[in-house]
T-cell receptor
Framework: EAGVAQSPRYKIIEKRQSVAFWCNPISGHATLYWYQQILGQGPKLLIQFQNNGVVDDSQLPKDRFSAERLKGVDSTLKIQPAKLEDSAVYLC???????????FGSGTQLSVL | SQQGEEDPQALSIQEGENATMNCSYKTSINNLQWYRQNSGRGLVHLILIRSNEREKHSGRLRVTLDTSKKSSSLLITASRAADTASYFCATTGANSKLTFGKGITLSVRP
């Protein structure tokens, strides 16, 4: 079974630039999550999709972050413009349904200079 | 906000010893999960325990849940050097949102 695919693996940008991350969840998984993990901390949920609808985006900084999940499959997370404090690992995860175990991708390590 | 708080923050043991990690949370939950993260990689699910369960086993892992004390523990028996990683507890509340703690760093010395 193929796992959760994320790209790119690493990204270095300067502040005020924009960046986009891509995620392909496990086939058949209805729920998709984007987490932000700052070094030394636990993952923080940015947005949760159920199929192509948003379940929770309460911690997504909507003035600069946006996410979409077209057709309830792939998802993209965008930051525009990036700030220094956005430097983190961005993790995508999927699950069969809510309240089930999550399968994580390898993450995208973002460095904002 | 982070719901679960793990204890201790760091743990160093000898190979073959048991490792016990604790997690406390504040509000009622649907389930509690434990994940492992090796340096620079994504998280791997270890075990899920639902609010109506008290104990679960999976290989060398044993998880307990005490909803009256709002706490859980993860026991790894006969630890190996390969168990060296960060361990996170995560809780799912009524809103089905999975919230992670800050994690515990486990070092297993060969």
């Amino acid at each position: 079974e193929a796992g959760v695919a994320q790209s790119p693996r690493y990204k270095i940008i300067e502040k005020r630039q924009s960046v986009a991350f891509w995620c392909n969840p496990i086939s058949g998984h209805a729920t998709l999550y984007w987490y932000q993990q700052i070094l030394g901390q636990g993952p923080k949920l940015l947005i949760q999709f159920q199929n192509n609808g948003v379940v929770d985006d309460s911690q997504l900084p909507k003035d600069r972050f946006s996410a979409e999940r077209l057709k309830g499959v792939d998802s993209t997370l965008k930051i525009q413009p990036a700030k220094l404090e956005d430097s983190a690992v961005y993790l995508c995860a999927s699950s069969l349904d809510e309240d089930e175990k999550l399968f994580f991708g390898s993450g995208t390590q973002l460095s904002v200079l | 906000s982070q719901q679960g708080e793990e204890d201790p923050q760091a743990l160093s043991i000898q190979e073959g010893e048991n490792a016990t990690m604790n997690c406390s949370y504040k509000t009622s939950i649907n389930n509690l999960q434990w994940y492992r993260q090796n340096s620079g990689r994504g998280l791997v699910h270890l075990i899920l325990i639902r609010s109506n369960e008290r104990e679960k086993h999976s290989g060398r892992l044993r998880v307990t849940l005490d909803t009256s004390k709002k706490s859980s523990s993860l026991l790894i028996t006969a630890s190996r050097a390969a168990d060296t990683a960060s361990y996170f507890c995560a809780t799912t509340g009524a809103n089905s949102k999975l919230t992670f703690g800050k994690g515990i760093t486990l070092s297993v010395r060969p």
